[in-house]
């Protein structure tokens, strides 16, 4: 997995690995979740995939848009 820049120091983002259509989250408490094109749509997966590589803004964007839209819990 990659580590997420967190650019302003607040998020509760750790890491994250992008693959086609979906990403993992994992967050700073440990979880893990999958969000795939099925689960929360290829728009949304999209934006957290740029989200994710520009280190700023994940945390917010699942917040408000997919945060129950996760396709699994890994962990």
């Known amino acids: 997995m990659t580590t ?3 650019i302003n120091g ?3 983002v750790l890491r994250y690995k992008i693959n086609n ?3 993992i989250v994992e967050f ?3 979880s893990q ?3 795939t094109y099925a689960s929360a ?4 997966i999209e934006k957290m995939k740029v989200l994710a590589q520009n280190g700023d ?8 848009y997919v945060k129950k839209q996760y ?4 962990r």
């Open 4 to 6: 997420y820049k967190d």
């Open 10 to 12: 607040d998020s509760g």
């Open 21 to 23: 259509d979906k990403i």
């Open 28 to 30: 700073k408490g440990g």
């Open 33 to 35: 979740y999958l969000y």
């Open 41 to 44: 749509g290829q728009t949304h």
């Open 57 to 64: 803004g994940l945390n917010s964007y699942i917040n408000k």
């Open 71 to 74: 396709e699994s819990k890994l």
